[in-house]
């Protein structure tokens, strides 16, 4: 018996042993890929910590790379470049998370009343919701009024049909009042309001009217040029490379061959049409 207790406890030991090993394996990927993102210039450790990215990591990341894999069943990146690639779900220009926890001193009226006067037409919209292997949201404003945006859903991994949509600016607040909006614009108000008339034009009816006419399947691709299938960050940089004329907005597009990822969207601007963040809310 006493051997039997011997042995049974040796394999708890190993148990216990092994288990604490594939912790310390697991927290020193982690750190390598945190570090990696210091030293590329990507995280600035003083606004984003290495706590705050295990708790994104595990409480969201390894889900949306989940999600990314099941689509990508070829030649996948792995999960080091899929972080780079979405930025750490990072902005380029603040630094900030989008995903740091909704603390304001406004109240939530006072902070959809600010919302709801601030935006205008071509501002764009950046958010942390988001669905299908990519790491956050965006939108462009058509309108002082009226919010463009192909929201994603269940069964985008097969693409989803008619995906494109308007909702007025203060549902748009509404729908996204947990999680923080960014509003990005873009200096040239000219150019801001060729874009967003590109953007109603294309994805939504020809003529500008209420009644929509386009018809838009959401499905992730690498095809930068077709607006149909498309998604909602896509959305935003055609908006912006097409709808310009001669303007040089954006960087070249056939240099890229990937997805466009929300918060990378400011890093896409050329100047002098490099985005102002106007707040979030």
């Not at 708890?12 to 993102?37: F, P, R």
């Not at 945006?149 to 693409?159: F, I, Q, R, S, V």
Request: hydrophobic letters at 35%.
């Amino acid at each position: 018996m006493k051997t039997l207790q011997g042995i049974g406890a040796a394999v708890v030991l190993l148990l216990i042993g092994s288990v604490v090993e594939i912790k310390c394996t697991e927290l020193e990927y982690l750190t390598d890929i945190y570090d990696a993102g210091v030293n590329e210039g990507v995280i600035d450790p003083k606004k984003y910590s290495f706590e705050a990215f295990e708790r994104d990591e595990r409480g969201m990341f390894r889900y949306i790379y989940d999600e990314y894999r099941s689509m990508n069943g070829t030649v996948p990146l792995d999960y080091k470049e899929w972080l780079f690639l979405n930025n750490f779900g990072l902005f380029h220009d603040t630094k900030e998370s989008m995903f740091a926890r909704k603390m304001t001193k406004r109240s939530v009226h006072d902070n959809k009343r600010e919302f709801v006067n601030t935006v205008k037409k071509g501002d764009i919209l950046i958010t942390g919701q988001g669905i299908g292997g990519l790491v956050g949201h965006a939108a462009i404003m058509t309108s002082d009024y009226w919010v463009l945006e192909m929201p994603g859903g269940n069964g985008w991994a097969n693409g989803i049909p008619d995906n494109n949509r308007q909702v007025p600016k203060d549902r748009w607040f509404d729908m996204h009042a947990s999680d923080w909006t960014t509003v990005y614009r873009c200096p040239d108000a000219d150019t801001a309001r060729m874009a967003a008339g590109w953007a109603d034009r294309n994805y939504y009816s020809p003529t500008g009217g209420e009644k929509k006419v386009k018809h838009i399947t959401y499905k992730l691709t690498t095809d930068i040029w077709s607006t149909n299938p498309s998604y909602c960050s896509k959305l935003v940089i055609h908006a912006y490379y097409f709808g310009t004329g001669a303007r040089k907005v954006i960087k070249d597009l056939s240099l890229i061959g990937r997805l466009i990822v929300p918060s990378t969207i400011p890093s896409y601007f050329l100047r002098p049409y490099s985005l102002v963040n106007k707040g979030k809310y």
